[in-house]
């Protein structure tokens, strides 16, 4: 019955399509499905070829492009019916799928092929790592950091880094599992988490966390600054505490103290300062001393620092500068104390011979060595001030200052030495004034008559000259009238010449008249 049944459907085919001496090609199919879709999920692809008939048997085959030797869906359509397919998705599938269509168990009829279906594969992003090229435990400023977030599942993956919990400053491609940090610095240490995610339909995320990875930065020792201080000895001697300080750098850290050249000591510090004592005389030269600093191969060195230290000594002076309000009164008055020499000077003040220390209702001592006095004038702050230098290391002996007497009265008061010099100044301004006066009128009168005489010669000078123009004019008239003369006086002769001529003609014929 049933090969009955085949050989009425192919009689119909042949019916339908008579051969010719050519292949029948179908009409191309047209694929529809998903374009995304999860792994492992079930989805059904549908092919067909539109307006095809009923009658015809028609084989559908599906396959990845990449991949045509090998099928991954089949359908045989008999009766014109959509064909389906029915998939377990897996990552095979992803990529671009196509529908091939041919006549079934019919060589006469040529196949045909659909339009491609894009279908991206989503498998959920798991088990993600950090890894670090070089190991992040060794990593000095300067140097290039790879980090990069490993996956053990997960397609279509975006990456998003953060550092202590917030995000990455730096520009990177998300699409990337690779974070590449050029030139590290101390900003880019801390704790670096990966935090992989992929999407299915814009609906469902899913996320996959790596475990923390700590970076630390090391810093290379900065250039140190060297300071000297002095300290007394208690046997009475004394000693230069040098200071070596860094801003940055990863300890440990060796610091060395060289004279010249000669390493005098060195010492290895976990932190970025350390200091070395050497005995010190006063008063002599002790050359100059530098500190080196250094860490992981890299050395730095300071600026030269002077260990000759003089004690105080010489002439102790006080110097007012004073502050005045509206009125013009001195209402303020800063004291400066100075001793003649000294390289650690200290000073110290005094009113009516009682210290003044630190902030007072009507003073301030300023500056690290208090060699400012700030006074507010009033009636507390009258009376007399002195000042005192010593050592700064040794306050045993000190160099005292004149008094200076200061009051509210005696500042605003205008001395008379200071009104004699401001009359006198008045006085000869005036004399200047007067002078300057008297000698611009008679400048002026000297100068009146000059000018008067320049202008009366330039007037004569001008008058002058229109003289001998006229005079030229003149004289350039009688020569065109001479000339003018001498034209008539050459046509009158001419013309006279002519006369006698004529004349003696006639005188001639008048004579042979006569004589006939």
């Known amino acids: 019955?049933?090969?009955?049944?085949?050989?009425?459907?192919?009689?119909?085919?042949?019916?339908?399509?008579?051969?010719?001496?050519?292949?029948?090609?179908?009409?191309?199919?047209?694929?529809?499905?998903?374009?995304?879709?999860?792994?492992?999920?079930?989805?059904?692809?549908?092919?067909e070829i539109p307006g095809k008939p009923a009658t015809l048997p028609v084989l559908y085959e599906l396959y990845v492009e990449t991949n045509q030797s090998k099928v991954i869906g089949e359908h045989i359509s008999q009766s014109g019916e959509i064909a389906t397919f029915p998939l377990v998705i897996t990552t095979q599938h992803d990529g671009r799928l196509i529908c091939k269509a041919s006549?079934?168990?019919?060589?006469?009829?040529?196949?045909?092929?659909?339009?491609?279906?894009?279908?991206?594969?989503?498998?959920?992003?798991?088990?993600?790592?950090?890894?670090?090229?070089?190991?992040?435990?060794?990593?000095?400023?300067?140097?290039?950091?790879?980090?990069q977030c490993k996956k053990t599942k997960g397609t279509y993956v975006s990456y998003n880094w953060l550092l202590g919990e917030r995000p990455v400053e730096m520009a990177y491609d998300?699409?990337?599992d690779t974070l590449i940090i050029h030139r590290l610095s101390a900003r880019n240490t801390g704790?670096?988490?990966?935090?992989?995610?992929?999407?299915?339909?814009?609906?469902?995320?899913?996320?996959?966390?790596?475990?923390?990875?700590?970076?630390?930065?090391k810093e290379y020792v900065s250039k140190p600054e060297i300071s000297v201080e002095v300290e007394k000895l208690k046997d009475g001697g004394f000693k230069a505490v040098i200071s070596c300080r860094s801003e940055k750098g990863t300890p440990l850290i060796t610091f060395?103290?060289?004279?010249?050249?000669?390493?005098?000591?060195?010492?290895?510090?976990?932190?970025?300062?350390?200091?070395?004592?050497?005995p010190l005389e006063l008063n002599r030269y002790m050359g100059h001393v530098r500190c080196n600093a250094s860490n992981e191969g890299n050395w730095v060195l300071s600026e030269p620092a002077d260990l000759t230290v003089e004690s105080v000594g010489g002439a102790v002076t006080m110097t007012p500068v004073t502050h005045t309000g509206r009125d013009f009164q001195v209402v303020?008055?800063?004291?400066?104390?100075?001793?003649?020499?000294?390289?650690?000077?200290?000073?110290?003040?005094?009113?009516?011979?009682?210290?003044?220390?630190?902030?007072?209702?009507?003073?301030?001592?300023?500056?690290?060595?208090?060699?400012?006095?700030?006074?507010?004038?009033?009636?507390?702050?009258?009376?007399?001030?002195?000042?005192?230098?010593?050592?700064?290391?040794?306050?045993?002996?000190?160099?005292?200052?004149?008094?200076?007497l200061i009051n509210k009265e005696v500042l605003n008061r205008v001395s008379p030495v200071v009104a004699v010099v401001v009359f006198t100044c008045f006085a000869v301004l005036n004399v200047a004034l007067m002078a300057c006066c008297i000698y611009g009128v008679v400048?002026?009168?000297?100068?009146?008559?000059?000018?008067?005489?320049?202008?009366?010669?330039?007037?004569?000078?001008?008058?002058?000259?229109?003289e001998d123009k006229e005079e030229d004019d003149d004289y350039l008239e009688m020569l065109e009238g001479y000339e003018e003369d001498v034209v008539l006086a050459d046509r009158i002769s001419d013309s006279g010449a002519e006369d006698e001529d004529e004349s003696v003609d006639e005188t001639l014929l008048y004579e042979g008249t006569v004589s006939k």
């Open 1 to 47: 019955m049933e090969s009955m049944h085949v050989s009425l459907i192919l009689i119909g085919i042949s019916v339908l399509y008579p051969r010719t001496g050519a292949l029948h090609k179908l009409d191309k199919p047209v694929l529809i499905g998903p374009s995304v879709a999860i792994d492992r999920s079930v989805v059904d692809f549908y092919c």
């Open 103 to 147: 006549g079934h168990n019919n060589t006469d009829i040529e196949s045909s092929i659909s339009e491609g279906l894009n279908l991206k594969v989503i498998v959920p992003v798991k088990g993600v790592r950090i890894i670090s090229h070089p190991s992040s435990n060794n990593m000095w400023e300067g140097q290039t950091l790879t980090l």
């Open 174 to 176: 998300r699409t990337n």
């Open 191 to 217: 704790h670096y988490m990966c935090v992989a995610s992929n999407r299915f339909n814009d609906t469902t995320t899913f996320n996959s966390s790596s475990d923390l990875l700590s970076v630390q930065v």
């Open 256 to 278: 060395s103290l060289l004279n010249n050249t000669d390493i005098i000591t060195t010492e290895t510090s976990d932190k970025t300062s350390t200091f070395f004592s050497v």
């Open 332 to 404: 303020g008055l800063v004291l400066r104390c100075k001793v003649e020499r000294g390289t650690f000077p200290f000073y110290s003040w005094f009113l009516n011979n009682s210290r003044l220390e630190d902030r007072g209702g009507f003073y301030a001592v300023t500056w690290s060595d208090n060699s400012v006095l700030m006074l507010s004038v009033g009636q507390d702050s009258a009376g007399f001030y002195h000042c005192e230098a010593s050592d700064r290391f040794d306050n045993s002996t000190s160099i005292r200052s004149p008094r200076m």
């Open 443 to 466: 400048l002026r009168r000297r100068y009146s008559g000059k000018y008067s005489l320049i202008n009366q010669r330039r007037k004569m000078e001008i008058a002058v000259k229109q």
